[in-house]
């Protein structure tokens, strides 16, 4: 029998891939990544991040923590509206839950899903789109099985 330790590590996973489990009975036994996740109540992938943005620049994203397996970019569409964007169709429609703070006092911040590969951020001053709203602001966008 080889130790563990000699084992090939898997530096990746997918929802398919098996782990050997031994749950404290003789028998030593196999679980999927999805069915483990699924035991935990890990049910989303998740893109965590801080984001900036300043003059007419683009926003720009610190990835803190990226389980969806997608790339994402920004672009600055007109003041004080923004998007996240993706190649892959990772935001699903009812699925997906934005969360986000810190972000400058007394400007107010909307965030919506727009498609499957955007989300549209507005900052606003009152009634009217401002930007240098957003300075290490966190986001965490969800995106539930």
């Known amino acids: 029998m080889a130790k563990i330790s000699n084992l090939t590590e898997l530096t990746t996973a997918t929802d398919t891939s098996e782990i050997v489990i031994n749950d404290g009975t003789p028998t030593t036994k196999k679980i999927t ?5 699924t035991s935990l109540g890990v049910n989303y992938t998740k893109l965590v ?5 300043s003059g007419t620049d683009a926003p720009t994203l610190t990835i803190l923590e990226n389980t969806t397996g997608a790339t994402f970019s920004t672009v600055r569409q007109a003041q004080g509206i923004y998007q996240i964007t993706t190649l892959s169709t990772v935001f699903t429609a ?3 839950l934005v969360l986000a703070n810190n972000f400058r ?3 107010t911040i909307d965030i919506n899903r727009t498609g499957a590969t955007t989300i549209t951020i507005g900052t606003y001053n009152g009634d009217s789109t401002s930007d240098d709203v957003l300075l290490n602001s966190s986001l965490e966008i969800r995106i539930y099985e």
């Open 49 to 53: 991040c801080l984001i900036t943005q």
């Open 94 to 96: 009812n699925k997906t």
């Open 33 to 37: 990544i999805a069915n483990l996740k």
């Open 105 to 107: 006092y007394p400007y």
